[in-house]
């Protein structure tokens, strides 16, 4: 089914076109026809299916050249868990935008940044993706005013609820317009989100793609017993000996994931750690670097499992086991993606075992496994 099908625009298609959209996943040929169509949506569906587009598309179609009809009066916000995901929803309006006859100009504000130079870029903004205490922070400044919202999309949804952003949330409703379109999306339907559902959505036409099993099917998974004082040298090992050109590694703690990229670099890998913790420029810097290919190793913790998105990233590491089974899955759900195979290592201590078994139910799917602890590491 080709994207002129859902109703996109000549414009839009040559734009998706340009940028190697081939065709569209389930959850944009299921979406877009409905948001286009000013309905209110709930879309479930994994990080990597191709949800972003599914909203954006739609959405600037729907703008058709609207014009805020006051100074600082958005039309369209988007709210998002972290700023890597707003600056990455941002890009993906901004990429399309481009492809309009009619300007849209699109705006990510997030904490972490200087408030002013947001405050001044809030003129004539059209479509505003924020995370929720920034927007806040905005709105009780008259930095920008909501009563013109004709969109509300929530992204991530149960990372937002996960990560307790329930009372920002309940608070920006509060300020919004009783009548707009709202568009849901979610990687699970957890009961925080059936509630958040419930208060948000009218009538809503309500979109599941079950994803996890073909992605798994593409993952090779191996898991090695590790004893803790041979974690890092086997960290380096399989760096070197599966010569990893872009390996992203999980850790527990923000603390862990800096000694992890410094211990990596002490030994001649070129790694750095992304976590809450650092700027947003360094944040930003490091992930392009990443994107790019020129970092080999970006060592990171489950906050930012889902701000980022990288098509074709090949190795993911587990240093340590995360607390759910559902973030092992966002975490491996890094690599496999866009049809292409991706490999995961995880590394489980004595003490971790029953954790991983309990993972591997959920998972439905037994991982190979490999006692590392006879491996020759001298050198390493």
């Given at each position: 089914m080709p994207f002129s099908s859902l109703g996109i625009s000549t414009h839009l298609v040559r734009?998706?076109?340009?940028?190697?959209?081939?065709?569209?996943?389930?959850?944009?040929?299921?979406t877009i026809p409905a948001i286009l169509n000013k309905k209110d949506v709930l879309g479930i569906a994994q990080t990597g299916s191709g949800k972003t587009a599914s909203y954006v598309l739609p959405i600037l179609m729907n703008l058709d050249g609207k014009k805020t009809t006051k100074n600082r009066h958005v039309n369209v916000l988007v709210l998002v868990p972290t700023r890597e995901l707003a600056d990455q929803v941002k890009d993906v309006f901004k990429t399309f935008g481009f492809y309009l006859p009619y300007n849209v100009k699109t705006l990510a504000v997030f904490g972490g940044s200087s408030i002013n130079p947001q405050m001044q870029a809030l003129q004539n903004?059209?479509?505003?993706?924020?995370?929720?205490?920034?927007?806040?922070?905005?709105a009780k400044s008259n930095a920008l005013h909501l009563d013109s919202i004709?969109?509300?999309?929530?992204?991530?949804a149960d990372k937002m609820l996960n990560l307790g952003f329930k009372?920002?949330?309940?608070?920006?409703?509060?300020?919004?317009?009783?009548?707009?379109?709202?568009?849901?999306?979610?990687?699970?339907l957890s009961?925080?989100?059936q509630n958040i559902e419930r208060l948000l959505l009218n009538d809503?036409?309500?979109?599941k793609v079950e994803l996890?099993?073909?992605?798994?099917?593409?993952?090779?998974?191996?898991?090695?017993?590790?004893?803790?004082?041979k974690r890092g040298p086997l960290l380096r090992y399989l760096i070197k000996k599966n010569e990893m050109k872009q390996v992203l590694v999980f850790a527990s703690s923000r603390y862990q994931a800096d000694l992890i990229a410094d211990k990596l670099g002490k030994?001649?890998?070129?790694?750095?750690?992304?976590?809450?913790?650092?700027?947003?420029?360094?944040?930003?810097?490091t992930l392009t670097n990443f994107k790019a290919g020129n970092l080999t190793v970006l060592v990171t913790t489950d906050l930012l499992s889902r701000g980022i998105d990288i098509e074709f990233l090949p190795f993911i590491i587990n240093y340590e086991l995360p607390r759910s089974p559902k973030d092992f899955l966002h975490r491996i759900g890094r690599t496999g993606r866009a049809e292409n195979p991706g490999t995961a290592f995880t590394f489980v201590m004595e003490d971790a075992q029953h954790h991983f078994k309990v993972i591997q139910k959920k998972m439905k799917q037994q991982v190979e496994f490999v006692d590392a602890n006879d491996f020759d590491l001298h050198g390493f």
């Open positions: 734009g998706l076109e340009k940028e190697k959209y081939l065709k569209p996943y389930p959850i944009q040929e299921q903004v059209n479509v505003l993706v924020a995370t929720p205490g920034r927007l806040i922070e905005l004709s969109t509300l999309v929530l992204d991530e009372d920002e949330m309940d608070e920006i409703f509060a300020m919004l317009p009783a009548k707009r379109q709202n568009l849901l999306f979610s990687a699970t009961p925080d989100v809503p036409e309500v979109f996890v099993k073909t992605n798994l099917e593409l993952i090779k998974q191996i898991a090695y017993s590790v004893e803790e004082e030994n001649d890998v070129n790694a750095r750690s992304i976590h809450s913790k650092k700027s947003q420029g360094y944040r930003k810097e």
